[in-house]
C-alpha cells in the first residue's frame, strides 16, 4: 500500500537517527547505568529501551497525529486507528545488556491490522533492513533470501533454546536442528536481518508480542520468504514464527511436526 510507505519512508531517517543516538550513548555501560529492571513478565528493561520508545513515540505523534502506536514499554495509544505504529525500540534487550551487538530497533506500521512496512535497525553496526511485503532493501540496495534448496546445507536460528520446549512442547526441534548445516543462537531481531540478507535460511520464535512479529513480517516477505507461526497460519494473526526461504519452509514445518 503506497499511502502507509510513505508515511513509513518519511518517518524512518528520524527513527535511525533516534535509535542510534540512545543506543550508543547506553551499549556497553556499566549495569548501573543501564538501569536494569524486571518488568511482570521477568524480562528485562533498561533505561535506554524506555528513553528510545518515548522519543520514537513523540516523533509519530509530531508527524502523523492521527495515527495509533502500540510499544512494547509505553503500552497502546488509539490502537484502532486506521494507521497504527508498531515498536520495540531495543529488541534482544538480553543482548544489549551483555555487550552483544546483534540487539535491533524494530518498527512497522500497520493498516488495518496488518503489517505493510516493517524496519529492523542495528545502530551500532549502522544496517538497515525494511520491507513492505514486495521488496526488501539493506542499506538503500534491494536484497533477497539466499536460494537454499536443502536443509543440509541451511543455516537455522533461534533466539532461546528453552523457549522451545516451554511454548512449542510439541516441537520436534531437535529433528529440524540435526539436519541443517549450521545452527546458532543470539537471534532475536537480528537473525531475521541474516535470512533477509542471505546469510541465514530458518529463524523460529516459539513466543512472540505483536511488537516482536510485525516489524518482520515484511521484511521476510518482501526477501521472498514464507513467514507462518507454528500452526502455519498467517504469523500477523499468531504469537510464534517460522521463517524460511520457499524451499524449505515445508520440510521445516514437517520436521517441527506441525503439517504431515
Known amino acids: 500500500m503506497q499511502k502507509a510507505q510513505d508515511f513509513f519512508e518519511t518517518l524512518l531517517p528520524e527513527a535511525i537517527s533516534i535509535s542510534r543516538d540512545v543506543s550508543k550513548r547506553f551499549f556497553k555501560k556499566p549495569i548501573e547505568t543501564l538501569s536494569v529492571h524486571k518488568k511482570s513478565d521477568a524480562s528485562p528493561v533498561t533505561a ?9 513515540r513523540e516523533c509519530i505523534q509530531k508527524r502523523f497525529p492521527s495515527h495509533g502506536i502500540i510499544g512494547e514499554e509505553h503500552g497502546t495509544l488509539k490502537g484502532d ?17 551483555s555487550g552483544v551487538p546483534l540487539f535491533t530497533t524494530l518498527v512497522a506500521l500497520l ?5 505493510q512496512c516493517g524496519a529492523i535497525y542495528q545502530p551500532v553496526l549502522d544496517e538497515l533492513v525494511w520491507g513492505n511485503n514486495h521488496e526488501c532493501f539493506f542499506n538503500g540496495k534491494k536484497t533477497e ?3 537454499t534448496q536443502a536443509l543440509s546445507d541451511a543455516t537455522l536460528l533461534v533466539t532461546d533454546l528453552s523457549d522451545v520446549k516451554k511454548y512449542q512442547p510439541k516441537a520436534s526441534f531437535e529433528s529440524l536442528a540435526e539436519r541443517v548445516r549450521f545452527f546458532r543462537t543470539w537471534a532475536d531481531g537480528y537473525g531475521y536481518a541474516l535470512l533477509a540478507t542471505g546469510y541465514a535460511d530458518i529463524m523460529i520464535d516459539p513466543i512472540m508480542n505483536p511488537w516482536d512479529l510485525m516489524a518482520v513480517i515484511p521484511v521476510i516477505r518482501g526477501a521472498g520468504g514464507t513467514i507462518t507461526d ?15 526461504h520457499p524451499n524449505l519452509h515445508k520440510e521445516t514445518m514437517r520436521l517441527l511436526r506441525y503439517v504431515e
Open 111 to 115: 493498516h488495518q491490522g496488518a503489517p
Open 230 to 244: 507454528f500452526e502455519n497460519r498467517d504469523a500477523a494473526i499468531g504469537n510464534s514464527i517460522v521463517a524460511a
Open 48 to 56: 535506554a529501551d524506555l528513553e528510545l520508545e518515548e522519543r520514537l
Open 145 to 147: 533470501m539466499r536460494e
Open 81 to 97: 486507528a486506521e494507521f497504527v505504529w508498531v515498536l520495540d525500540p531495543i529488541d534482544g534487550t538480553k543482548s544489549f545488556i
